[in-house]
Nanobody, 119 residues
Framework: QVQLVESGGGLVQPGGSLRLSCAAS????????MGWYRQGPGKERELVAT???????SYADSVQGRFTISRDNAKNTVYLQMNSLKPEDTAVYYC?????????????WGQGTQVTVSS
């Protein structure tokens, strides 16, 4: 059974920092591309950052330079370091694992963790 468990969300003031973690089980973590997505109030889910199985990263323009995605294959965990947080970063943040094997895509989601940026 695949599980992605996010943690690290909470309430933070504008300009503050948070570090999200996503612990994976039930998958070959090192072979999966990992991503963080978010869904703000009244908005659609959007891509925040991704890291491939090989370690290449990409970011949404809105978080470039403020957020950093990383992974620890020994711990089956992906992280999202979020600095200089803004109120518009308020959202539920979801972890995603994806992999293509023999032309078939597997795609798994965590349950989400709330991040609220407010003074």
């Amino acid at each position: 059974q695949v599980q992605l468990v996010e943690s690290g969300g909470g309430l933070v003031q504008p300009g503050g920092s948070l570090r999200l973690s996503c612990a994976a089980s039930g998958i070959i973590f090192s072979r999966n591309n990992m991503g963080w997505y978010r869904q703000g109030p009244g908005k659609e889910r959007e891509l925040v950052a991704t890291i491939t199985s090989g370690g290449s990263t990409s970011y949404a323009d809105s978080v470039q330079g403020r957020f950093t995605i990383s992974r620890d294959n020994a711990k089956n965990t992906v992280y999202l370091q979020m600095n200089s947080l803004k109120p518009e970063d308020t959202a539920v943040y979801y972890c995603n694992a994806s992999r293509i094997v023999l032309g078939r895509t597997s795609n798994y989601w965590g349950q989400g963790t709330q991040v609220t940026v407010s003074s």
